[in-house]
């Protein structure tokens, strides 16, 4: 297959460092040239020179709702529906809170028991404040778990274990039939994998700006609300960046009109800045493109791995149905963390999920099928030379 | 009098746009001239390079201890009880909770109703969660609305527009008298004032990471919370972070042993980093001599003030006695706005807090006794001039 038209000359944006292939835009997402060059300008100028003046002269102010409009685009969102801010825990918080005061009197949030544990946590924690009960199922459960009693459903739209991805028009409606609302955890997606936050109704979202979207360690993370909800929502972070005019400082909150008020205290300007310019890499790209890409680039990887690994004992482990995949895949192996260490030694990256999931992303703006046969050939290789087995590689350590 | 001894090579540690006197490190502090490489090498090395692999080799895991270490040694607490992250508004939410969940069956949280704004929204909405009343008084008034229904009293412990400090001790003790629990903001505190948080008897405390710790726009906060107190503290944005084993990737929360349970979502790596090493210059840096060089400062402001802007009705709207007088001064005046805007198109920086205080920070740091004779010189001669008067200094701006 062709490398698709505008993704052509994508790769070049990023750094990428010597001999390394990287799978692993999943979890942090590779630095874009451009970054720079732009928190420098940011430290040394925006902030060193003009000091307070940028937050006017450099639109400091106006950082959440430019990184969000551009995240907009990639998610199937009006740009103002969209703002960048805090942690994806933070504002998964903000956006429940709302969801649960939207339906009051009802005593149940569903959820995903597979969910990335962050989401579960904070989950755990909303229906505490409001003395709810959590029902958390394998996903596809939950629809026959929704009744008159649930407040809110959370849900991750692409697994981040196995890459499965949800559909969101389908949860969303049955959803909205039993009169809930529905939360979608959009990190394994937004850059990666196309969905349409209006069309298919949704209520909210939260994702990570540091994976696909490649916003750097730690990178603020954004949320979604529809606009049809916004005016009616009481998100409980109301800090003073929320207030409709945080500059009269008045002693009483009054939220702002938009998505606004989901905003908290004060925003981190560095990060906020270099993932708004890193967004930039996406303008001009097709997310048709994208997901043509994501797609070549997973399929070639299972069937390389059907052909060279399955003998080794690999499983593929994430859907061969090309339909409900997103742009990870993992194969699970009994030696897997093992090998992924080995992997790591010869400076091809991926990462490790409890208890045996090695998972490989494949990032639509970089990845290449050159990249995905050295990582075949490697893997193959290691078993054969049996590379694996170091003692080293026995003892755990946190992979990220 | 003398520069301080260990003060004296610290102003040469900070960037100075050209010609600029800047008096508004009590907003956003000046830039430290290391950061400018340690940024970019977090950039370009860390991330660029490093990719994952950072979260150990370069330590980002523990960024917000580290941060959070350096902290504590400014404002009287053990190096185990600060941790940075998050927003001061963000943390304040955990800590205020907290709190209220270790006074449970109390029913008032009582505040002082001139308190940044920020700060009372969050205690309205830990208020509104929990069905407490919130008592919002002013600050003098907070002891005599003590009793055995309060469970948590929030302060400032320096006033962001007349630079009052509340006693600290004082405050605290009679807190504990009512068997109530105190919250401490320390945004104009930390890097100015003294405070000893552990002396005082103090249970949690929070701060903002951009004022006079120099941390960048928007650097991360951090909270304190007394080692007595923490392994009993639920806070309520439980994200993975505050896990006691995050790599587990367990369905289920279990804090972590010390202050990390307040760790919520993956933390900002950049700002973190940035902070963490602008709070360098701290090191050997005596906090007497901090106090020191601030009180040097702001009394000589105020007997300038007294003798050259008294006449054209300016008023010191900060305490005179210094023991009471944090590290900035305001002067209220009806033309006080446009007062400003003339000193910031002379490269003259202070900022504006309505409804008409001039406030003027003096970073013990970097700024000079003659800095402030240019500063009063340059406002006398405004006044002398009726350079104030100008059409387009009447039109609002929001200073930040």
């Known amino acids: 297959m062709p490398e698709d038209n505008t993704l052509a000359n994508t790769r070049e944006r990023f750094h990428i460092p010597d001999g390394v292939r990287y799978f692993d835009g999943n979890s942090l997402g590779l630095m874009p040239k451009v970054v720079q060059l732009h928190a420098s300008n940011v430290i040394t100028h925006e902030w060193g020179n003009g000091l307070i003046s940028s937050w006017h002269s450099a639109e400091w102010r106006t950082l959440p709702q430019r990184a969000g409009a551009k995240l907009a685009a990639l998610i199937g969102a009006r740009p103002d529906e969209v703002v960048a801010c805090d942690s994806t825990s933070v504002n998964l918080f903000k956006v429940l809170v709302s969801a649960v005061r939207l339906r009051p009197g009802r005593r149940k949030i569903v959820t995903d028991a597979d969910a990335f544990p962050t989401d579960l946590y904070i989950v755990d924690q909303v229906a505490r404040l409001f003395g709810l009960t959590v029902d958390a199922v394998p996903a596809k459960e939950i629809p026959s778990r929704l009744d008159d009693q649930v407040a809110a459903v959370v849900l991750t739209h692409v697994d981040y274990r196995s890459a499965e991805i949800y559909n ?192 490989f992303g494949f990032a639509p703006l970089y990845n290449t099928e050159d990249e995905v046969h050295q990582l075949v050939d490697a893997i193959d290789g290691i078993m054969k030379e049996r590379a694996w087995d170091k003692p080293e590689y026995q003892q755990r350590r946190d992979f990220t």
């Open 168 to 359: 969101m028009e389908e949860f969303t409606r049955a959803t909205h039939d039993a009169g809930a609302l529905i939360v979608w955890d959009l990190s394994h997606t937004a850059g990666a994998v196309p969905c349409d936050l209006d069309k298919s109704g949704a209520d909210f979202a939260v994702g990570c700006g540091y994976k696909y979207l490649n916003g750097g360690p730690g990178a603020p993370a954004y949320l979604y609300v529809a606009a049809r909800h916004v005016s009616a929502c009481e998100q409980p972070l109301a800090g003073w960046f929320g207030h409709a005019r945080p500059f009269d400082f008045a002693q009483k909150y009054a939220p702002a009109e938009g998505t606004d008020r989901f905003l908290c205290g004060t925003n981190p300007v560095i990060g906020l800045s270099v993932l708004s310019r890193a967004l930039d890499i996406f303008e001009g790209v097709s997310i048709d493109d994208i997901r043509g890409k994501s797609l070549q680039l997973t399929q070639l990887f299972i069937d390389s791995a059907d052909r060279q690994l399955a003998t080794h004992g690999f499983v593929v482990a994430s859907p061969r149905d090309p339909a409900i995949r997103g742009s990870h895949v993992s194969l699970r192996h009994t030696q897997g963390y093992a090998v992924m260490q080995e992997l790591s030694r010869r400076k091809i990256i991926g990462d490790f999920r409890m208890p045996d999931y090695m998972r």
